[in-house]
Every structure is written in C-alpha cells, then in structure tokens.
C-alpha cells in the first residue's frame, strides 16, 4: 500500500523544516526506524526515520527546499498493515539548536504517515484535528510538577499540540486568578474550516555586489540564530552590570590538583564549572534570576538548568545542564565536557537542547575581558565569564599581583531590577573567591 510521509515537527514550536539530504532515493528499500532523511529546523538538526519498511515510490521535496511542518515529502510502498494517519518513532538522530536565543524544546514527534489518498480510518481523527494525548517529555514533566491537567490546557502547536509555552501560560493564569483559555477537547467546536496553503515567502530583494563582493547564502541555523537574536533585542529591555572576581584561589586549585583531575575524570578543570556552580547557588539565593517573564505574572522556576554556550562550526549551541545544583564541581566538568565535546561533532539529542533556565556563556575563552550578551527568550539573565588576567589589585595596605576575572550579567528588566542583579553578582564572586587549594571537587 502506498503511504505519504509527512515533514514531522521535531520540536514543540516548530512550524517548517528544511531537507538538508535525502538517505534513501527512488527504488531503495528501506526498514521500519532506518534513518529516510536529514531534517534541518529552527530548534535541530534530525535524522528521521521510515514509519514503514518498503521501498521509497517518489520523493516530493528536493534537498534544500524548506517546507511547513506535516507538507508531504515522499512516498512509501510500505509492506504490511498501514493504519491511517499512524505516527513514526521519535527521531534519536543527532540534534544541534542555534545561539543562545534558540534554546530548544524536544521534539514531539519525528514523523506522520498516511495513506496516499489521504482517507482516514474508522475512528482517525478529521484532517486538522488536535493531536490531544501526545505530548513531549518536557511538556509532561512540567505538568507533573504544577499538577496541571494538560486536557484543560489549550494548545497552541502545530496540530493543537500543547507546548511548555502553553502549560507556563496555563500555570501563570491559575495563579494569577485568571480563567484559562479551555483546550478543544473542552471548549465548543467551531465549523471546521477547509485547510489552506502556506502562502509562499515573499522573495527578499537581491543585494548589490560589489566586484570584489561575495555572497555568502544563509543557513537555516544562521537564519534562526538572526531571527532570534532581532526577538531577544526588540521584546526583552535588556539591563547590564559587571563585577570583577579575583580568582586566584581557583588558579592555583587548577594548577596543583588539575593534572590528578584530569587522569581520574579524563576532562581539564578550568575556571568554567566552578563559574557554573557559584551561578546556580547564587540561582538559589537570588531566585527572581530563574525566571520566566509572562504578561499574567513571573514564572519563578524550581529547578536549575543551565544553558551552556558552546561554538561550533555551525553556529553557538547553547546544550542545557539538566538539574546543575544537584552536581559537584566535577560533575559539572564532566558535564560541560561532554556537552562541547557533543555539540562540536553534531551528536547532540533533543533532550540536550531543551529547557534551560539560565545561560552561562565563557567568552573569555575567546579572549574577550567584557561582553554584553543577549538573553535567551523565555530566561531573565545570562552571565559571561571573562579571560582570567594578572593585574594589580589592592589586598588589605599593600599591593599584590592577583589573577582577576570579570563577570557580566545581562538581565530581562521586566523581571528583575539592578539591586536584584547586584546581589546575584555578588553572591557569585563571594563564592568563587572563597575557593582554594583545599576547596573539594566532589
């Protein structure tokens, strides 16, 4: 039977995808969950795989085109029993997200299948109908932890899929004592509208060349990490402070137990997961920095998760720290390694890339000693840490050659104010100053 594969939604705001490379071509066979294509969206890079074995019939979308999410991409002579509208796998190809604007959700799901007729079964939901009981593992987690009914939650997603977006929204109204939007499965039904194509993108005008000009095309991640830097400037009113840290007593930590570290763990020790653990406990102590703005209130999270910057050659990823005040200092070492060493070679999965709460980006890896960073949407603060740098510094009556860094914290103004962000500078350099030789790693 011939089936239409779909493009999937990997990702729970994602409305389009682009085909960066088919795997299989007309007349190859292919197995049920083998990798069919090469996905590029706003959130991931993805492999998708086959919802059926059989033999690919046709491909329906050239490699480069990009094209709305659930758009038919090709077509399967797939073997056995085909049900309408039955759903693939979840993709556990490997994943990147763009910049640290583009902190990402999971995917959803990796791809749809339906007969090419397009009929559906007894009992198959209408063509437009909300996907209700399908929902990503963010979106259940957050649910758990707000005891929130997610059938009372509208969706907003692609398909009617309800986002972590939706269930923050749901959350915040409840508190605020505003009665939430009803989901569909609740609210009444309006006449179904017949579907409509996607209008075509208006194509942006050619620019001039000069003769020595170049013309270097946009990437999909270049795109987004433009769409999402032009979102964080123009929505978030952004605030800046700084504060230097001497970190001598780092330094010299490093210097002494750094090779004995990195025999036993197999990763450097450097300034950054101690820069990462003195930001989550500071989190701890100036809570209104893990936050979410939303016009029904603040969105104050209990956990920690931390977005770490990291420079591909793609563009900056910024993979996520699940639950960072629960690691020692090692653990986050091992962590941060792991996570770079991941992004850098294009083996991040979805799970990586989605949920931060809080961003911390080591510019001074770069040799910067200042930056202004831009916030992720949907957090309140990013703090870069510096190139750590001898200078002379005043200790006690005398003066001393320490090795000093800066720290620079960029916040959401709506959130938070300057004593708010003071404070959190300051518990983070009273914590990195308070380390030393003897300090433990575990």
């Known amino acids: 039977m011939d089936v239409t594969v779909k493009m999937p939604q990997l990702g729970e705001s ?11 071509r007309p007349g190859d066979r292919v197995e049920r969950y083998e990798s069919l294509l ?36 090709c077509v399967l002579e797939a073997e056995g029993e085909v049900e309408a509208d039955a759903s693939a796998p979840e993709s556990h190809g490997s994943a990147t997200a763009p910049s640290p604007a583009g902190a990402a959700d999971p995917g959803a799901g ?53 986002t972590r977006e939706d269930v923050e929204r749901f959350v915040a109204q409840r508190a605020a004592g505003v009665a939430p939007a009803a989901s569909p499965a609740t609210a009444p039904q309006a006449a179904p509208v017949p579907p409509q194509a996607a209008p075509a993108p208006a194509a942006a005008a050619a620019p001039k060349l000069g003769p020595d000009d170049e013309l270097v095309p ?15 400037a123009t929505t978030i009113p952004h605030a ?69 910057a990291v420079a591909t050659e793609d563009g900056l990823v910024v993979p996520v720290i699940h639950d960072a005040d629960r690691l020692s200092i090692a653990g986050l070492a091992v962590a941060i390694a792991d996570l770079a060493s991941r992004a850098r070679a294009g083996k991040l999965n979805l799970d990586d890339m989605q949920g931060g709460t809080f961003t911390v980006d080591n510019t001074g890896a770069v040799g910067t000693e200042l930056s202004m960073p831009i916030i992720v949407p949907g957090q309140t603060g990013i703090l870069t840490t510096e190139r750590a740098k001898k200078k002379p510094v005043v200790v006690g009556d005398a003066i001393a050659i320490r090795t000093v860094m800066a720290l620079c914290l960029s916040i959401d103004h709506r959130v938070v104010d300057g004593a708010e962000a003071g404070r959190f500078l300051t518990e983070v350099r009273r914590r990195l100053e308070s380390v030393g030789p003897e300090t433990g790693l575990y």
């Open 240 to 308: 800046w402070t700084m504060v230097e840290a001497d970190v001598t007593g780092i330094e010299r930590l490093i210097e002494s137990r750094g090779a004995e570290f990195r025999a036993r763990e197999g990763v450097n020790l450097t300034f950054l997961p101690f820069a990462v653990k003195a930001a989550v406990e500071a989190l701890k102590a100036v809570p209104r920095l893990n936050a979410t703005w939303s016009e029904a209130g603040i969105i104050l999270h209990k956990r920690v998760h931390v977005g770490i």
């Open 38 to 73: 090469e996905v590029i969206t706003d959130k991931v890079n993805a492999e998708v795989p086959s919802p059926y074995a059989g033999v690919v019939k046709a491909l329906l979308v050239a490699e480069g085109d990009t094209v709305p999410v659930g758009t038919p991409i």
């Open 218 to 232: 946009l990437t999909p991640i270049r795109r987004t990490i433009a769409r999402n830097m032009v979102l964080s």
């Open 110 to 162: 990796a791809g749809t299948a339906t007969p090419a007729t397009g009929a559906t079964g007894p009992g198959g939901a209408a063509p437009g109908a909300p996907e209700r009981g399908r929902y990503s593992p963010a979106v259940r987690r957050l649910a758990r932890e707000h005891g929130v009914d997610l059938t009372q939650v509208r969706g907003t997603g692609a398909g009617g899929r309800v």
């Open 14 to 24: 994602v409305t389009e995808g682009t085909v960066s490379a088919w795997l299989k």
